[in-house]
């Protein structure tokens, strides 16, 4: 940190820095590029910033980011019923969405099991999956497929997932997205042609 800065430039340094990917270079060049914008920028930037907090919600049937109860995904009636997508976090959506190979709906689990960091079935949404599933037991969907990242965690993940599944329902078809996603990967790092290629060569489990 430069002392030599005054303080409040010190400070929003400090959280800019804490992003992931900017080191304290790259974060010292944002805050100098806000310094010397407008007053109407950074009050427009400010105030974006405070709306994530006040306006954004999850989805109540897939825990996406969404301005209202329900996401654009789940309220968007032409996305296919019968396929649901797990994946771990939001950001994984969006990297798949980019794709146009898949357009069913997803469900995000906020997490992978993790018995080392003490991440267990009990920390990410796995109930409320099972209860989704429970009740569209005699609805819609017909494939659940597992688009998790391939390191050791969420292989460990699927496999628990695959075992629940199956005990709830043996008429659902479990598929898992792989060939082509390096191994030990997040889904969100890979390029988009490998991602589609992935959904269109996806297994069943
Ligand atoms: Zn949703």
């Known amino acids: 940190m430069h002392s030599s800065l005054p303080k409040s430039i010190q400070d929003l340094v400090e959280y800019f820095s804490r992003l992931p990917g900017i080191g304290p270079k790259s974060a010292t060049r944002h805050v100098f590029y806000l310094l010397q914008s407008s007053r109407y920028f950074q009050e427009q930037f400010g105030t974006a910033l405070l709306r994530l907090s006040d306006n954004i919600q999850h989805c109540k049937y897939c825990f996406h980011f969404a301005d209202e109860d329900v996401c654009s995904i789940c309220s968007n009636p032409k996305r296919e019923q019968e396929k649901l997508c797990i994946v771990e976090t939001s950001v994984d959506i969006l990297a ?54 391939s390191t050791m965690e969420g292989e460990a993940t699927a496999h628990y997932l695959f075992q629940k599944i199956s005990n709830l329902s043996d008429n659902k078809k479990i598929s898992r997205i792989a060939r082509g996603i390096p191994l030990g990967s997040e889904i969100q790092y890979a390029d988009e042609n490998t991602l589609a290629r992935a959904f269109e060569g996806r297994q069943i489990f």
């Not at 080392?116 to 429970?134: A, K, T, V, W």
């Open 96 to 149: 798949i969405e980019k794709t146009n190979a898949f357009r069913g709906r997803y469900f995000v689990l906020g997490g992978v099991l993790s018995p080392m960091n003490g991440i267990g079935p009990q920390d990410i949404r796995i109930s409320s999956l099972l209860q989704i599933l429970e009740k569209s037991e005699t609805e819609a969907i017909q494939e659940i497929i597992l688009a998790l990242p």
